[in-house]
């Protein structure tokens, strides 16, 4: 083999795999077409931009750094790659109180905003794509409960301060995962909040954990930026029908 | 008579002695920075994976959370151990197998101090909550143009030396080096400027699967090529024969040439990227196994019927280990990426740390350990002072890797894989079956981080100068006399 044809065998033999799997995917990866809701099919027209709440940019960026990509995921397989969908919470909910079976696989918009998508490595820890609705369902169950503790007919009658707090339990997690679940292996990111003196009546985001007397733990700016991001996790719902791959998707007419 | 030595050979023992000591502080500079980072990886190691089973483990301190230790422990292994040890053995190989004699060590010295600090200060940097998360690009984003820079620096030698290498034939490591040396920077380059600079403007999901790729491309077309020269060059050498058959071997290359590019994005199967990427990093995941079996069959056969001498080499012992260990690799990456397994292995614990630890530490570590306890007697003129440390090196090193593989890889990836998948056993319980496998993990480490401080202790004494002057080598095996004294 001379040098000449190493080299000519050399790219040729990496310059078509990079181009087929790394650059050319890129540029076209940049500019999807968004996808269009259709009268006849959907029912409405326009265009599928689903919302994203929360601090996406700032909070995915603290999710990579602190490694919660190495525990969690954030995919909802297609069944030819898994059976996420089989999942009651994973993929959406199967029995949320006013839209039925949510559940879909993940889609490109889901990452939409995230510069780079936390599909994650391992499920040492829970899918967190659906983080949020989970939480929202669990306010929901949580509220329910109470207002029938304290003898409330409606949920909304609830008062403000007996409303279970969705942020609130965030940061609880965050400062000590093993308060929700002692079998839990999450690190404590304690760095994330600061212990002061409480003031009067305290902070209102203090946190509702066992400290000592006169003190109390407040979240800082990164525990709030995360909260905000997790709380954010909502990948569900409806797509337009060229998108949904659903067993009991209604048939166009 | 006593044996003729021709002039030819007399000029050759020369020229051999005058590239080794051109060498010597580069070289030992890059095996024993590459040690002691090695050392620090494996504490973090050890660290990471007793925080995985007991996440109250040294405390809450920030510094030491599992997610940021995890990063600081991969990070320090590829880029301070490996590619340190990648590219010692490199320039020395290069230099011999070329016949040219280095008159760039003090550039390439003061590079590898740069690259050491960088390495240094980007390890701090993910320690301190500054690192990206991202697989295999862990450092803060400064650091990679300014590793890049430096390789440049290091590797742009050996592709000099290349050029006006004296010798007719060009032997088989030196295509394996040359490819090494080239796709490097491309796979680097494409890499961290597609995920890092411009990500932005780019797609978060392909950002994820182009890392998926490069992250099989610097194990395939670095790490392997670099470890598989080493493999060529040590084999032949030791046991004094020619390589089994020189077509297998460049059957070997041109297919790893071919398969190893498009590897990587079966890691992302399910994603919303094209199927067709996904499929065709499993296929090519697979079909790794050909040029894996080809290196590991050629290297086998040449010292197949000398068992005294893989016996009683220590680079040879451990170049064979670690070619059962890139068979390893070859098939377990194989069925974890087989579509029917991957969907329980994905996202298992294991599936894909327990996978690269192989390739990393069974594969290239071992390689590399081989390369190193032939290298460091040339360049230092000095024999290693005690087979026994030897021993415990290799021996503590193998139990270690084959209690990582077996817990991370076999039955971590497929035991917790099989429960997340199984619908009607709970989440929460698939995670409760984590705890042994957690644990056998940390005690493959203990060992792997006990077997080198025997490999770092050693080296630093040689490094010292501190080794045994002697004519005869030192082995691992008492040769039994068997002639009678008088």
């Known amino acids: 083999m001379t040098v000449k044809t190493f080299f000519i065998g050399l790219i040729a033999s990496f310059a078509l795999p990079w181009l087929a799997v790394v650059a050319v995917p890129y540029a076209s990866m940049r500019a999807v077409e968004i996808p269009q809701y259709d009268m006849a099919k959907d029912g409405k027209e ?96 949580e509220n329910k409960a109470r207002a029938e ?92 029908d060229s998108m949904n791959f659903a067993r009991n998707k209604k048939s166009s007419k | 008579m006593a044996s003729e030595i021709t002039s030819q050979q007399v000029e050759d023992k020369v020229l051999r002695a005058q590239i080794d000591r051109s060498l010597r502080h580069p070289v030992m500079f890059f095996f024993t920075s590459g040690a002691a980072w090695l050392a620090v990886s494996l504490i973090l190691g050890v ?73 240094g200060l980007g390890t701090l940097g993910i320690l301190l909550g500054g690192g990206t998360g991202k697989a295999w690009m862990y450092f803060p984003t400064w650091v990679w143009p300014v590793l890049l820079v430096c390789y440049f620096g290091i590797g742009i030698w050996s592709v000099i030396a290349f050029r006006v290498r004296r010798g007719g034939h060009v032997y088989i490591s030196q295509w394996y080096l040359m490819a090494a040396l080239f796709w490097f920077p491309w796979v680097f380059l494409s890499g961290n400027i597609f995920i890092n600079t411009f990500a932005d403007a780019g797609n978060g999901v392909m950002a994820a699967g182009i890392n998926a790729w490069f992250r099989s491309a610097m194990l395939f077309l670095f790490f392997t090529p670099v470890a598989i020269a080493s493999a060529y ?47 065709a990093g499993a296929g090519a995941a697979i079909l790794f196994i050909i040029p894996a079996l080809c290196v590991a069959l050629n290297i086998l056969k040449t010292t197949a019927g000398k068992s005294s001498a893989v016996a009683h080499s220590p680079s040879l012992r451990f170049t064979i280990a670690g070619m059962i260990g890139l068979l390893s690799t070859a098939v377990v990456g194989g069925l ?111 060992f792997v981080a006990l077997a080198n401080v025997f490999f770092c202790l050693h080296l630093l004494l040689m490094w010292l100068r501190l080794g045994r002057r002697s004519s005869h080598p030192t082995l691992l095996e008492h040769h039994e006399p068997t002639l009678p004294a008088a």
Not at chain 1, 123 to 130: A, F, K
Request: charged share 15%; with cysteine.
């Open chain 2, 233 to 279: 060059y040590i084999a032949p050498k030791v046991t004094g024969r020619p390589v089994y058959s020189y077509k297998l071997a460049l059957l070997g290359f041109w297919s790893l040439a071919v398969i190893g590019p498009w590897v990587g994005m079966q890691k992302v199967m399910g994603a919303p990227i094209p199927s067709f990427l996904q499929f």
């Open chain 1, 149 to 240: 503790e304290l003898g409330i007919k409606e949920i909304k009658d609830l008062p403000v301060a007996e409303r279970f707090n969705v942020e609130n339990a965030v940061f609880t997690h965050l400062y000590d995962p093993r308060i929700g679940n002692v079998k839990s292996i999450c690190p404590s990111y304690k760095c994330f909040f600061t212990t002061d003196k409480v003031y009067g009546q305290g902070a209102v985001n203090a946190l509702k954990i066992e400290s000592k007397d006169g003190e109390q733990v407040i979240p800082g700016e990164r525990a709030q930026t995360l909260a905000s991001y997790l709380l954010g996790l909502k990948r569900d719902g409806e797509v337009p």
């Open chain 1, 46 to 141: 326009g265009a599928y931009t689903p919302v994203k709440s929360g601090r996406v940019a700032n909070g995915s960026a603290i999710y990579g750094a602190e490694g919660c990509a190495q525990c969690h995921s954030q995919l909802s397989r297609p069944t030819y790659a898994g059976n996420d969908l089989g999942r009651p919470d994973l993929a959406g909910l199967a029995k949320d109180p006013n839209l039925g079976d949510t559940r879909r696989e993940s889609n490109l918009w889901d990452y939409d905003k995230e510069p780079y998508a936390w599909i994650g490595e391992t499920r040492m820890g829970p899918d967190l794509g659906n983080y949020g609705r989970r939480m929202e369902l669990l306010a929901i169950e």
């Open chain 2, 47 to 119: 660290i990471a994976s007793a925080k995985s089973h007991s996440p109250g483990f040294l405390g809450d301190c920030s510094l030491l959370s599992y997610g940021r230790v995890f990063q600081a422990h991969m990070a320090t292994f590829i880029y301070g151990w490996g590619a340190q040890a990648a590219f010692g053995t490199i320039i020395w190989l290069m230099a011999r197998l070329s016949r040219q004699e280095s008159k760039k060590a003090g550039v390439i010295l003061t590079i590898g101090h740069v690259w050491n600090a960088v390495i």
């Open chain 2, 336 to 446: 974890l990426a087989l579509p029917d397994a991957l969907r329980f292995t994905q996202f298992a614990f294991g599936g894909t740390y327990g996978y690269e630890i192989l390739a990393l530490y069974g594969f290239f570590s071992m390689t590399m350990f081989g390369a190193i306890y032939f290298i460091v007697p040339r360049v230092t003129n000095r024999e290693w002072i005690s087979g026994g440390l030897i021993r415990q090196h290799f021996w503590l090193s193998l139990y270690g890797v084959v209690f990582i593989g077996l817990f991370c890889c076999i039955l971590g990836a497929f035991m917790h894989g099989y429960a997340l998948e199984t619908l009607d056993v709970p989440a929460e319980s698939a995670q409760d079956r984590l705890f042994a496998y957690t644990v056998g993990v940390t005690t493959g480490w203990v």
